[in-house]
């Protein structure tokens, strides 16, 4: 007695049933791997912000935290936060200082200095030598700004004044995958620390 050719209905079923499970499996794969992906990206991009507000400090000798330069240094007008060129990430009532205080453009400060610091020069060796970052660096894995609370910002790097009042921790941050920045924008340095999915590198 001879076998017919071809497969029957429970083979093809067992059959796509297997095909659908390989399926399943490479699809979750390679979510983890484009996740991941993205979280490496992020934390690499705050990681090099934080090492050009670094950079910017050596050569200036203060830190971007003002909208106006006077005789060439940091100004008077303070501002709340440095962001990148991209669409700001949303906040809670506990966080929205990141984008409800005064803010200002990290590549006006980093990259094109369009507040006037006093520029390096054949006579002089300290001044804004920028750019400090890459105009590549404008929104993270997700398509938000990356934000650095740089109103805490502070060159004696002390965590409270002598009267007793403790400095808030300085963040280079990303909201994350959701999007919404829960770190607040100020902790007092002795015990800051990241929030929900929040990716950032600490300044100070």
Known sequence: MFRQEGMTLVEVTVLLAVIGILVGLMTTATGDL?????????????????RAIGEFYADNGFFP????????????MEI?????DA???G????????????ISSMAGQ?????????????????GWNGPYVSTAIRDDAWGHAYMVNVFWLDQRDIVQDADGTKLGAVWVISA??????????YQARDNARLYGDDIGHRLQ
């Open 34 to 50: 484009l996740g991941q992906s993205q979280t490496v990206r992020t934390h690499e991009d705050v990681e090099y912000i934080g």
């Open 87 to 89: 669409p700001l990430p």
């Open 110 to 126: 980093l990259v094109r200095n369009e507040v006037g610091y006093r520029v390096r020069d054949t006579s002089r060796r300290a």
């Open 176 to 185: 994350g995958p959701n999007g919404v920045v829960e770190t607040p924008f």
């Open 80 to 84: 709340g936060s440095l962001v990148s």
């Open 91 to 102: 906040t809670t009532t506990s966080t929205g200082l990141w984008t409800e205080s005064q």
């Open 65 to 76: 935290r003002t909208v106006d330069s006077i005789a060439g240094r940091s100004g008077t």
